[in-house]
């Protein structure tokens, strides 16, 4: 079963990270805010997603957002290469 895109863009408010998954993101990307969450979601409802595995790909401006799709726990955020 193909999984839509629209599924993540719909689940949008179920985004969430742990604490370690805030300060890993914050670290990798420079992120001097506290609402790393709101800010990620920003940048989804605009990017380019793409499934692979049990994983979303969150392709945007200048980094890359992993989130796992059964749980929409955001695990890494990183700058793109």
């Given at each position: 079963?193909?999984?839509?895109?629209?599924n993540?863009?719909?689940?949008i408010e179920k985004i969430h990270t742990t604490e370690m998954g805030f300060e890993r993101i914050s670290k990798n990307l420079g992120l001097?805010?506290?609402?790393i969450i709101g800010w990620c979601r920003k940048k989804i409802?605009?990017?380019?997603?793409?499934?692979?595995?049990?994983?979303?790909?969150?392709?945007?401006?200048d980094c890359v957002i992993t989130i796992n799709s059964s749980s929409y726990t955001?695990?890494?955020?990183?700058?793109?290469?």
């Open positions: 079963m193909k999984v839509s895109v629209n993540l863009l719909g689940n001097k805010t506290k609402d409802e605009k990017a380019n997603i793409t499934k692979k595995g049990k994983n979303w790909y969150v392709q945007t401006d955001i695990i890494t955020a990183h700058k793109s290469r």
